[in-house]
């Protein structure tokens, strides 16, 4: 996370000096040429303060990232100290090879991880088939169906948590993966997103590939699909995140060590260990690692996301 | 609409054939929704219902379910514990929707530029909503540290001489989770906010700056007016969370200092699934879910007032 902040500085540097013409458009250019300097002047002064704040309140907002990192490479009696170091006095690289032994770790990684890959897997093949259903195939019941559908996203999930605990005991599936991959997989929200993209695709395409003889499941694998893929991937990171990140839902239903997630190892390390800040801290870097390369690697696509499920349609 | 020529040809009588076409599209479209739906019916919908009809009964783990009619809402209503869990949850609600709601507001017009780099930061900001919870509460709660946490150090520093005890005090550790959820959630609503500003034909401010509008004038005359669709839904989106805060307080506070920070979805786990008192959980869950219907519904009461 410090890199990042070098990062930071280094784009506020080198963007700050030559600014405007990228990203000026076409009228923003006839307007200056009429009265170049005084106006490219103050706009220049202007985006250099927009930079300068932007740049403090970055940092600001990351100060929990930055020391939860210095944290993480201390010494336990060095991280709550007077006044704040920000950089360890000497760096502890240990903590992050005693944690694998101090709890087990790579178990948790690992149930995290495959609860996180089947949830998303069969969360986004449901819910893109039965978007293709609610947005292309025309049948009777389907938009009152539909809306049974929106009406539980607005339910809190809080609140019918109850009936779904007694519904897993009586199936004996409490105490394992199956209670979560059963309760996560099928989320209307999945079903919501992906009918909002779906609803974007012209039906004259699907028509057109009627015509040319193909099923409705042959549309849906070889024209929907492909067109889709911005909308998939959202999806899927998406589930991914939540699942990985989840707190309630193994805390209510995986109750064997063997089966924790990152999410409860880390919780029970905090309540056995509460003097341990280094080896918390290094234990939260490692819980937060995975989403970070996956964000990083796909954030175009958690915007763009989010930014549909806000469109109502 | 071209499935629609398909299904309910444009006036002619309904023939045979068409008919045939009905029935194949509604087999071929249960087909789509079937592998979602069945997951679905089973342990969204069907819970969703059962919570309604539990709520009027008496079960818990240790006997038969029997109809007690409203019984366990007069229990509700005479304890204690609710009506903390309900201030809670309501001081919560009022604290997190509005501070949300106008950091992510700010942020998205900051951000709303077009900025060499501009992408670096939006992403910095949104990053804390997809961190996991844990690490953010875990963090958080040693900023908070009273005696030498970050945050009071800083406090000190510019002059606040008795700094507040945040979780391990019972007036302070509410805000202390608020605060916590402001930064954690402002990023996602920041996005929304984002899109719905870059929604906004650039005509009307070229069109108000022409009249002679201010920054600050364009600002409540233009921008407040044309994000009010996106406001609708921040609005709703932010008070349903807020309502089923859980976790985060679960893992910063446990729900205390004392009960100082229980809310009703923490509630609703202790005593459903922790004692198993099935029946007067689900009462607890109903009124959860009438709150937060509430709240939605006279939302969309008044946005619509607002549209016509």
């Given at each position: 996370?410090?890199?990042?902040?070098?990062?930071?500085?280094a784009?506020?540097?080198?963007?700050?000096?030559?600014?405007?013409?990228?990203?000026?458009?076409?009228?923003?250019?006839?307007?200056?040429?009429?009265?170049?300097?005084?106006?490219?002047?103050?706009?220049?002064?202007?985006?250099?303060?927009?930079?300068?704040?932007?740049?403090?309140?970055?940092?600001?907002?990351?100060?929990?990232?930055?020391?939860?990192?210095?944290?993480?490479?201390?010494?336990n009696n060095?991280?709550l100290?007077?006044?704040?170091?920000?950089?360890?006095?000497?760096?502890?690289w240990?903590?992050?090879?005693?944690?694998?032994?101090?709890?087990?770790?790579?178990g948790?990684?690992?149930?995290?991880?495959?609860?996180?890959?089947?949830?998303?897997?069969?969360?986004v093949?449901?819910?893109?088939?039965?978007?293709?259903?609610?947005?292309?195939?025309?049948?009777?019941?389907r938009?009152?169906?539909?809306?049974?559908?929106?009406?539980?996203?607005?339910?809190?999930?809080?609140?019918?948590?109850?009936?779904?605990?007694?519904?897993?005991?009586?199936?004996?599936?409490?105490?394992?993966f199956?209670?979560?991959?059963?309760?996560?997989?099928?989320?209307?929200?999945?079903?919501?997103?992906?009918?909002?993209?779906?609803?974007?695709?012209?039906?004259?395409?699907?028509?057109?590939?009627r015509?040319?003889?193909?099923?409705?499941?042959?549309?849906?694998?070889?024209?929907?699909?492909?067109?889709?893929?911005?909308?998939?991937?959202?999806?899927?990171?998406?589930?991914?995140?939540?699942?990985?990140?989840?707190?309630?839902?193994?805390?209510?239903?995986?109750t064997?060590?063997?089966?924790?997630?990152?999410?409860?190892?880390?919780?029970?390390?905090?309540?056995?260990?509460?003097?341990?800040?280094?080896?918390?801290?290094?234990?939260?870097?490692?819980?937060?690692?995975?989403?970070?390369?996956?964000?990083?690697?796909?954030?175009?696509?958690?915007?763009?996301?989010i930014?549909?499920?806000?469109?109502k349609? | 609409?071209?499935?629609?020529?398909?299904t309910q040809?444009?006036?002619?009588?309904?023939?045979?054939?068409?008919?045939?076409?009905?029935?194949?599209?509604?087999?071929?479209?249960?087909?789509?929704?079937?592998p979602?739906?069945?997951?679905?019916?089973?342990?969204?919908?069907?819970?969703?219902?059962?919570a309604?009809?539990?709520?009027?009964m008496e079960?818990?783990?240790?006997?038969?379910?029997?109809?007690?009619?409203?019984?366990?809402?007069?229990?509700?209503?005479?304890?204690?514990?609710?009506?903390?869990?309900?201030?809670?949850?309501?001081?919560?609600?009022?604290?997190?929707?509005?501070?949300?709601?106008?950091?992510?507001?700010?942020?998205?017009?900051?951000?709303?530029?077009?900025?060499?780099?501009?992408?670096f930061?939006?992403?910095?900001?949104f990053?804390?909503?997809?961190?996991?919870?844990?690490?953010?509460?875990?963090?958080?709660?040693?900023?908070?540290?009273?005696?030498?946490?970050?945050?009071?150090?800083?406090?000190?520093?510019?002059?606040?001489?008795?700094?507040?005890?945040?979780?391990?005090?019972?007036?302070?550790?509410?805000?202390?989770?608020?605060?916590?959820?402001?930064?954690?959630?402002?990023?996602?609503?920041?996005?929304?906010?984002?899109?719905?500003?870059?929604?906004?034909?650039?005509?009307?401010?070229?069109?108000?700056?022409?009249?002679?509008?201010?920054?600050?004038?364009?600002?409540?005359?233009?921008?407040?007016?044309?994000?009010?669709?996106?406001?609708?839904?921040?609005?709703?989106?932010?008070?349903?969370?807020?309502?089923?805060?859980?976790?985060?307080?679960?893992v910063?506070t446990?729900?205390?200092?004392?009960?100082?920070?229980?809310?009703?979805?923490?509630?609703?786990?202790?005593?459903?699934i922790?004692?198993?008192?099935?029946?007067?959980?689900?009462?607890?869950?109903?009124?959860?879910?009438?709150?937060?219907?509430?709240?939605?519904?006279?939302?969309?009461?008044?946005?619509?007032?607002?549209?016509?």
């Amino acid at each position: 996370m410090t890199n990042m902040a070098e990062d930071l500085k280094a784009t506020h540097l080198r963007d700050a000096a030559p600014l405007p013409n990228g990203a000026a458009t076409a009228e923003d250019r006839r307007r200056t040429d009429r009265k170049r300097s005084p106006r490219e002047q103050k706009k220049r002064t202007a985006n250099i303060v927009i930079y300068g704040v932007l740049v403090v309140l970055v940092v600001a907002l990351m100060v929990p990232f930055i020391w939860m990192l210095s944290s993480s490479l201390k010494e336990n009696n060095q991280v709550l100290t007077v006044p704040i170091q920000w950089i360890p006095q000497e760096f502890v690289w240990s903590n992050y090879t005693d944690i694998w032994t101090r709890i087990p770790m790579m178990g948790y990684l690992q149930n995290s991880l495959y609860l996180a890959v089947i949830i998303t897997c069969l969360q986004v093949l449901t819910g893109s088939l039965a978007a293709y259903g609610f947005s292309k195939v025309r049948f009777p019941g389907r938009d009152v169906l539909f809306l049974a559908y929106i009406g539980t996203i607005a339910v809190p999930w809080q609140a019918y948590m109850v009936p779904q605990y007694i519904m897993m005991q009586q199936l004996g599936l409490t105490n394992s993966f199956n209670a979560l991959i059963l309760l996560q997989a099928f989320g209307a929200f999945g079903v919501f997103l992906m009918r909002q993209y779906y609803m974007t695709i012209p039906d004259e395409l699907c028509e057109a590939a009627r015509i040319d003889g193909l099923s409705e499941y042959g549309i849906w694998a070889r024209v929907i699909l492909p067109l889709s893929k911005p909308a998939l991937a959202s999806l899927a990171l998406l589930t991914f995140v939540n699942t990985w990140n989840d707190y309630m839902g193994p805390f209510i239903y995986l109750t064997s060590n063997r089966l924790w997630t990152v999410q409860l190892g880390l919780r029970s390390f905090v309540g056995q260990f509460d003097a341990e800040y280094a080896m918390i801290m290094t234990g939260s870097v490692i819980s937060v690692i995975p989403i970070l390369i996956i964000f990083l690697i796909g954030q175009r696509y958690f915007i763009q996301g989010i930014a549909t499920s806000g469109m109502k349609g | 609409m071209t499935t629609e020529t398909i299904t309910q040809a444009p006036a002619p009588v309904h023939s045979r054939g068409n008919r045939k076409q009905a029935r194949r599209n509604t087999l071929i479209g249960w087909t789509f929704i079937l592998p979602n739906f069945l997951g679905f019916l089973a342990f969204t919908l069907i819970p969703v219902v059962a919570a309604f009809a539990l709520s009027f009964m008496e079960w818990t783990s240790f006997s038969a379910p029997k109809w007690v009619g409203l019984a366990n809402f007069q229990r509700m209503f005479a304890s204690d514990s609710f009506w903390i869990a309900l201030r809670n949850t309501v001081v919560y609600a009022l604290g997190h929707v509005p501070l949300t709601m106008a950091l992510a507001l700010i942020l998205a017009m900051l951000l709303n530029r077009k900025l060499k780099g501009i992408g670096f930061f939006r992403v910095a900001i949104f990053f804390p909503y997809i961190t996991s919870l844990v690490a953010v509460a875990v963090v958080w709660n040693m900023l908070f540290s009273p005696d030498s946490g970050p945050i009071n150090q800083f406090l000190g520093a510019i002059g606040i001489a008795n700094p507040p005890g945040w979780t391990s005090s019972s007036d302070w550790a509410l805000p202390a989770v608020i605060i916590t959820s402001v930064w954690r959630d402002m990023g996602y609503y920041m996005v929304l906010y984002l899109a719905g500003l870059q929604a906004i034909p650039t005509e009307l401010y070229e069109a108000a700056e022409v009249d002679g509008a201010s920054a600050w004038q364009r600002f409540w005359n233009v921008t407040i007016p044309s994000l009010r669709p996106t406001t609708f839904f921040v609005v709703v989106m932010l008070t349903v969370s807020s309502f089923k805060v859980f976790d985060l307080i679960v893992v910063m506070t446990n729900g205390g200092p004392g009960r100082s920070t229980t809310v009703l979805s923490q509630l609703i786990y202790q005593e459903g699934i922790g004692e198993g008192k099935f029946g007067y959980s689900s009462a607890i869950s109903l009124v959860l879910f009438i709150i937060v219907l509430t709240v939605t519904v006279l939302q969309f009461k008044i946005q619509q007032r607002r549209e016509r």
